[in-house]
């Protein structure tokens, strides 16, 4: 292929294309650039598997520690599995794409995105998502696209495409979106409780930018001389289809008319009738062509009794308006919301349930120490808040192993995290790390949003001073034609009959995080912008009812969450405070049985169970890296004597000389006339030497100096 440079400018801002010149053994790549972030997508087709009745695509995203000037960490001084980050990344690419694909595509497909250089001020996920789409186009693999993803940033009352980290960070909105010729079909954002008319306004923002790139792929595509591949679906023998649509048409109608089954129950009746209808089949002759096609393929009963059934669903929302389980379009299902649920050794509990989606949030409070370390390309080292999401199999009522979070279990917590970040408490309001996990104890749809709702439960029950509690709801879509139909509070076979699931979650001031997925090929902004106005009311339905188990912040937290004191030394100070080998930082945690976390840019936080010992290690530190200055009264105590004098300690770790003379305002023949070893004493600082040492004084001192350093209160009258 020959070698092209393409420029893409707007808003301000530019994005670079390569073709032809790097990765010439896959099907497609392009090297698609901005700033001095540079992304080399390759997109690859090889030949189906048999046997496989889905699509199987692929998507990775990988970063490589060089693309910052890195060498990574760890004993193998290599990248291993993928950071949190990039898996999120891995999915961003992944949502848009895989609607685009012809549902009957069987051919395996691999998209690798991989990071060589970054700026640290473009981020590369969006440029990642665009560039799978231009790959996808010059690999010649059926695709219903372009499609093209930008992030939308809101600086004051300015949106900004593409912005950098800075601008994402002093911003009140991070919205990506994704868009095909037929309209959105991807939103995912976290925004500072912004109000849904400004979300509705930065989507269709981005998506007239997504319409500019989606053009200058055609004309790159023109440009190399490539032609669109148009595959028309494989033909399919309907004799299966239309044996099954006479027997299985009128039970499924009437399971799906019986709104008040359980959904255990109901897919139990689905699931006999299908088996009843496999038993009609397996008696039929052998050369009979409805045999003869599930004998072709044994997925083909499964499959079309599956779509009998979707179809079946739809129609009878779309035309009557009436839901599988009863309710109205924009009805919510039945809730409950409890607290407290576990002892006081665990900080904090939420339990949430709404149908049968139940979520059980703990939360666990740490210390500056537990803060995780982020070992990636984004330009944050550390994360204070971290949500962790687990989908056991026993929720679906299912049997599988049991592994290491997967993609799904990643993102969902992430999505949560995201939804409950703008109304967390500063770290120097609320110094604690802060965990939460959201157990899926029972599922049937929205099971991130039940995560949303009961780790709020759970940060009020463990008295994290969060500004306003957040909900959330799972909007759906059922597309026939042009008859759109928009349901509020889907559950599981609305969300897998269905064509989109929009999840919205915020506060009663405005939204704080949105994450739209598609099974079409796009929608208008004005479907979206009508989800987001009917998501409201459901949010504000949901947090009334969470508000019943808990309207605030407890005041007081768990007695098993470590006590913090946070404050400030000076950095040049952090060396005398660890001292040599640690000595000194672990002389004051076996002396306390205190934990000692120091930041670099000073902040020490001192944790412990026991608040005393706590204020004990901080008077320790505090007495490190105490400068004395003449003048300063302290209360100490005696620790040696000499025949001129006594050594007072007036400060943990710190002492100083009272020479005889400076005991007393009369002459003192003998120091063990006026003070003992261990006796406590006022003492002022009377002189710094060149060389540090501190002499002290027992004359000239104020009695409200005195007062003050026993820590007596004078009355306002006697000062």
Request: glycine share 8%.
């Amino acid at each position: 292929m020959q070698e092209i440079e393409k420029s893409i400018s707007f808003d301000g801002r530019d994005i670079r294309l390569k073709v032809g010149l790097l990765a010439p053994q896959a099907g497609g790549s392009v090297l698609i650039e901005s700033g001095e972030t540079s992304v080399l997508v390759t997109a690859t087709r090889s030949s189906g598997r048999e046997g496989i009745d889905f699509l199987p695509l692929l998507v990775d995203y990988e970063e490589r520690l060089y693309a910052a000037g890195r060498i990574p960490g760890g004993f193998l001084r290599r990248e291993g599995r993928p950071p949190e980050r990039a898996t999120l990344v891995s999915r961003l690419i992944d949502r848009p794409m895989r609607p685009l694909f012809p549902s009957w595509m069987r051919d395996d497909i691999q998209i690798v995105a991989s990071t060589l250089s970054m700026d640290e001020q473009v981020p590369p996920d969006v440029l990642a998502a665009t560039g799978a789409s231009i790959a996808t186009l010059l690999a010649k693999i059926p695709f219903n696209g372009p499609m093209a993803t930008v992030r939308v940033g809101l600086v004051g009352d300015d949106f900004i495409i593409n912005p950098t980290y800075e601008e994402i960070e002093k911003g009140e909105l991070d919205l990506i979106v994704a868009g095909s010729p037929d309209g959105v079909i991807m939103v995912e954002a976290g925004a500072n409780q912004l109000p849904e008319q400004d979300v509705v306004e930065a989507i269709d923002f981005g998506y007239e930018v997504v319409q500019d790139l989606i053009k200058a792929q055609n004309e790159l595509i023109a440009e190399l001389g490539i032609e669109r591949v148009l595959v028309t679906a494989p033909e399919t023998d309907p004799t299966l289809e239309e044996f099954l649509t006479e027997r299985a048409t009128q039970p499924i109608k009437s399971i799906l008319t019986q709104f008040e089954l359980p959904k255990p129950e109901r897919d139990d009746k689905l699931d006999a009738v299908k088996a009843e209808i496999a038993a009609e089949i397996a008696e039929k002759p052998e050369d009979d062509p409805v045999r003869r096609a599930v004998a072709e393929n044994p997925k083909a009963l499964g499959n079309t009794y599956k779509g009998i059934t979707k179809k079946l669903m739809r129609k009878q929302i779309v035309e009557e308006g009436v839901r599988i389980d009863g309710r109205k379009l924009d009805e919510v299902r039945q809730l409950s919301s409890q607290v407290n649920l576990l002892p006081p050794r665990v900080h904090g509990t939420g339990l949430f349930q709404r149908g049968l989606t139940q979520v059980l949030s703990v939360v666990t409070l740490g210390t500056s120490g537990d803060a995780q370390m982020m070992d990636d390309l984004h330009p944050d080292d550390d994360k204070r808040y971290l949500h962790h999401y687990n989908f056991p199999p026993y929720s679906v009522g299912e049997t599988r192993p049991m592994r290491s979070p997967g993609r799904r279990e990643i993102g969902h917590g992430a999505l949560a995290e995201r939804a409950l970040i703008p109304v967390l408490p500063s770290k120097e309001d609320f110094p604690y790390v802060i965990r939460v996990v959201s157990e899926v104890l029972s599922s049937d749809g929205s099971t991130s949003m039940g995560s949303v709702c009961g780790s709020t439960l759970g940060l009020m029950d463990a008295g994290v001073p969060i500004s306003k509690p957040v909900s959330g709801a799972a909007m759906g879509l059922i597309k026939e034609g042009d008859e759109i139909r928009i349901l509020t509070d889907i559950q599981g076979i609305e969300d897998f009959l269905g064509d989109m699931d929009f999840k919205v979650a915020g506060t009663d001031s405005g939204i704080t995080a949105l994450q739209m997925d598609m099974k079409i090929t796009g929608l208008p902004v004005e479907v979206i912008a009508k989800a987001i106005h009917q998501a409201k009311s459901a949010r504000l339905h949901i947090l009334a009812s969470m508000m019943q188990a808990i309207s605030a912040p407890r005041e007081k937290l768990s007695p098993f969450a470590p006590r913090l004191l946070s404050f400030k030394i000076n950095p040049e100070m952090i060396g005398m405070v660890i001292g040599p080998g640690g000595k000194k930082i672990k002389g004051i945690t076996e002396q306390t049985g205190a934990k000692v976390d120091i930041e670099d840019d000073g902040t020490v936080t001192v944790s412990s169970l026991d608040g005393k010992k706590a204020e004990e290690a901080k008077a320790m530190i505090e007495a490190i890296v105490f400068k004395p200055s003449v003048g300063d009264v302290f209360l100490g105590k005696v620790v040696r004597i000499i025949p001129i004098g006594a050594f007072v300690e007036f400060l943990p770790g710190s002492d100083g000389m009272i020479h005889i003379s400076q005991l007393a305002d009369y002459r003192v023949n003998k120091v063990e006339d006026e003070v003992s070893v261990g006796d406590e004493v006022v003492v002022k600082i009377r002189e710094v030497d060149n060389r540090g040492r501190v002499n002290l004084t027992r004359l000239n001192i104020h009695p409200d100096e005195a007062a003050a350093a026993r820590g007596e209160t004078v009355p306002a009258s006697e000062s």
